[in-house]
């Protein structure tokens, strides 16, 4: 059953169906983390864990603990990826042996397809070649670039280490590439910063490219871009309207959220979303900012499958989405906002 | 940034070079009475805040006279002169203690020069506001009283440090580490208050569940929401009948949902990482509600004072007797507050265990009560100098 469910079109699943895989086999996950990673059957034992009934149930593990604790539940691991660590000196470690990392693929493969077709495009990467060239172990950048390197061929890295455009090669690809669709993809804040403001004045036509990008708005917060500006510029300078922001997390890699022709992020088959209060921790129903927890069918080998991120949001809709997407469909706010501190708590120090 | 940019909040204007080194008051000074009698009227109109208004009492004309009474009786046999020049650095976030800090070394006839850092909140704005309202009125006080507001400048730490006869820092192991590299002046001397833990202690076969009671357990943890150094955190329990305990947690936790206090959203995060965090660590169990958490331990030595995060949260331990808590208490061991104990049976397990930590014992409720005596040192007399004659 678990593995079929990667095999269907991933947003076909309505509530009560969807449920019922999700409390079943997320119970089975459970139990064999429970079993085989010895961190996560401490955690479950002091917090008095029952078998989940519901789905709001299942006990969520914080993000912050991939970074303090290195947990897994297998021995085979064949791979390590990082968190880029740009917000906090720690960085995530997730542990995926090759039955995670598998599925991983798979679930990408499925909810990009909906999206881009089954046929590789030609791809520009708005990064540099040397991101990706550490072979053992992988930033979240490095793991989002190869991820999604698989739906694209002619793959064209288009920043120099310095972050320049490499025009002359862009120029050249458009051009070979002008009759046909394109996928470009990058990290949010890259795209902006070292693509939308180095072609702006170029006055290219990209009116036949698909954007993808992902990793956050907190950088670009800062100066006041917001998705829908974001879209409208790219939109006004070189034709490029189709756009597809996604959200998802190292801890879940596979378990990605992607922005459909409405702007709403879908959760697919295998993945799900609950918002909480964040001081209860109590569940919130739709339409109720809080903090996100992700529910995800993937994280085998380390215990990954339910966790509580450190991002605001909300769910605004489910099964019911006018791009004919079925499944919980949200929204991202931003991060929680840090906290000030209180007590007698260090004035210096690093 | 350059000393000569350094921002005096209090006097403004003034520059690093005009700081007064060589003119000093006596102890309790007339003036230095006055003022702070002042002060104290002041901030307690500050009804809408909590901590000034703590502040306010505290300063309040009885509390400095009383101060003032056993001051000049312990030293009716010496003189006591002013240490000179002390250089205090505030914790970021408890607004008020500097005010603790400078009013002591004010009262001994310091001139005192302040560190305070560049988070603000109304709070702290309020009371500089009322400081320097108030100290304009006292001419003698002008240049006695200098608050620096900066960052994480060494060199400015460097230059204050290098013209103190004292140095006082409060709060945070890493704060004591990164400003104890800088050299003071081989004649002066240094405080400092390490990051400590502290501990209620109950009897609950002697304790009746009221009200009362439950306000004064909530004064000495939620104040600070739980992040004050004298803040309990673990509370402790002789042998007890387990349906009394039961009884105590319910009636705690109702009496917090009804005071209601306020956590902000990445607080209730914070919180729930650490209790997971501590789960990973040792053997616990954690009962949580949007008010409080409780861990609870089956031996003193599985608390871990680092994970934990304040916020409502308490260990819960059943020890067999108090010498059980003091031979395990460490130098991170500052306030234990009781209840239902003997003031006896207290002195005498103090006097036979010798216990390396605990520098205060208070009744519950009295935990947040700033004294001269803090961390098992007598700031008046480290503030000043005693002298001897001896003709």
Redesign the interface.
């Known amino acids: 059953m678990v593995n079929d469910v990667y095999d269907l079109n991933p947003y076909t699943l309505e509530r009560k169906q969807k449920e019922a895989l999700l409390i079943n086999e997320l119970n089975k996950l459970t139990e064999f983390h429970y079993k085989n990673c010895n ?1 996560y059957k ?2 479950l ?4 864990y029952k078998k989940a009934e519901k789905l709001e149930d299942f006990f969520p ?2 993000v ?2 991939f970074k ?2 290195e947990l897994k539940s297998s021995q085979n691991i064949v791979k390590t990826l990082t968190s880029s660590g740009t917000t906090s000196s720690k960085v995530s470690k997730i542990f995926l042996d090759k039955e995670t990392a598998i599925l991983q693929t798979k679930a990408l493969i499925k909810i990009m397809q909906d999206f881009l077709g089954k046929k590789r495009l030609p791809m520009l990467i708005v990064d540099t070649k040397s991101t990706v060239s550490n072979r053992y172990k992988f930033s979240a950048r490095a793991a989002g670039i190869l991820g999604l390197s698989n739906f694209g061929r002619k793959h064209t890295y288009i920043l120099d280490d310095d972050m320049r455009l490499k025009k002359e090669l862009l120029l050249e690809f458009l051009n070979t590439y002008k009759d046909e669709k394109i996928l470009i993809f990058g990290f949010t804040f890259m795209v902006w910063e070292y693509f939308y403001k180095q072609i702006k004045d170029l006055n290219l036509d990209l009116s036949n490219a698909i954007l993808f990008h992902s990793g956050g708005w907190k950088k670009l917060e800062n100066i006041k871009v917001s998705n829908e500006v974001f879209k409208s510029l790219f939109a006004k300078c070189c034709g490029l309207k189709n756009i597809h922001n996604f959200y998802g997390m190292v801890e879940q890699v596979g378990s990605i959220f992607v922005e459909c022709e409405e702007g709403h992020l879908h959760t697919p088959n295998f993945a799900d979303i609950i918002i909480r ?6 569940p919130l129903a739709k339409g109720e900012e809080g ?1 996100i927890e992700l529910l995800s069918l993937i994280p085998k080998s380390y215990p990954g499958h339910v966790i ?1 991120t ?1 991002d ?1 949001g909300v769910i605004l809709g489910e099964d019911d989405c006018r791009c004919g997407r079925k499944g919980k469909y949200f929204k991202v706010s931003g991060r ?15 | 940034m350059i000393l000569s940019e350094i921002e005096f909040v209090i006097p403004k204007g003034v520059k690093f070079n005009e700081i007064n080194t060589d003119e000093f008051l006596n102890p309790f000074d007339d003036e230095v009475l006055e003022f702070l009698d002042l002060l104290s009227k002041e901030l307690l109109k500050l009804k809408e805040f909590n901590e000034l208004v703590a502040l306010g009492f505290w300063l309040r004309k009885s509390n400095i006279e009383k101060m003032k009474k056993n001051f000049f009786k312990k030293y009716e046999n010496s003189i006591v002169l002013p240490r000179g020049v002390a250089f205090h ?6 607004d008020t ?1 500097f005010v603790y800090s400078f009013v002591l070394s004010m009262l001994v006839g310091n001139v005192n020069i302040l ?1 305070i ?1 560049q ?1 603000t ?1 109304e709070q702290i704005l309020t009371l500089i506001k009322k400081i320097e309202e108030v100290l304009i009125k006292y001419p003698k006080l002008k240049n006695k009283l200098y608050i620096a507001r900066y960052g ?1 400048e060494e060199e400015i730490n460097r230059f204050f440090s290098s013209i103190c006869d004292v140095r006082i820092i ?6 004591v ?3 104890r590299k800088i050299p003071l002046k081989p004649t002066a001397l240094e405080l400092t ?1 390490a ?2 833990f502290s501990f209620a202690l109950l009897d609950l076969n002697n304790i009746e569940l009221n009200e009362q009671f439950f306000e004064k357990l909530y004064r000495d943890s939620y104040t ?6 004298s ?1 309990v955190r673990a509370i402790c329990f002789l042998p007890v009948d387990i349906n009394k305990k039961k009884e105590f947690w319910q009636k705690f936790e109702k009496f917090i949902e009804k005071k209601n206090p306020i ?8 919180r ?2 650490a ?6 660590e040792e ?4 009962y ?3 008010y409080l958490y409780v861990i609870k331990v089956d031996s003193l030595d599985k608390i871990d004072r680092v994970k934990h995060p ?1 916020l409502g949260v308490f260990y819960d331990i059943d020890i067999d007797s108090i010498e059980e808590l003091l031979k395990f208490s460490t130098k991170k061991e500052q306030t234990l507050s009781l209840v239902g104990i003997k003031k006896e049976g207290l002195l005498k397990a103090i006097k036979n265990v010798k216990p390396k930590g605990f520098d205060r014992y208070v009744r519950v409720g009295d935990a947040m009560n700033f004294s001269e005596v803090w961390d098992g040192f007598d700031l008046f007399s480290s503030l000043s100098r005693i002298i001897d004659v001896d003709i």
């Open positions: 961190e401490n955690i034992d002091a917090f008095g593990i914080p912050l603990l303090e604790y209060e964040p001081i209860s921790l109590k903090v509580l450190e605001v929680l906002k840090k906290a000030e501190q209180r007590g007698c708590s260090d004035t210096f120090g690093n | 650095i505030a914790p970021s976030n408890v203690i560190r850092g988070k909140n994480y409060w709060g945070g192991d890493e704060t580490n990164t400003i208050f990051d400590k600070f929401m739980q992040q004050a150094c803040s956590f902000e959203d990445k607080e209730g995060i914070t729930f990482n209790a997971v965090s501590m789960a990973i053997k616990i169990k954690v949580r509600s949007k304040g």
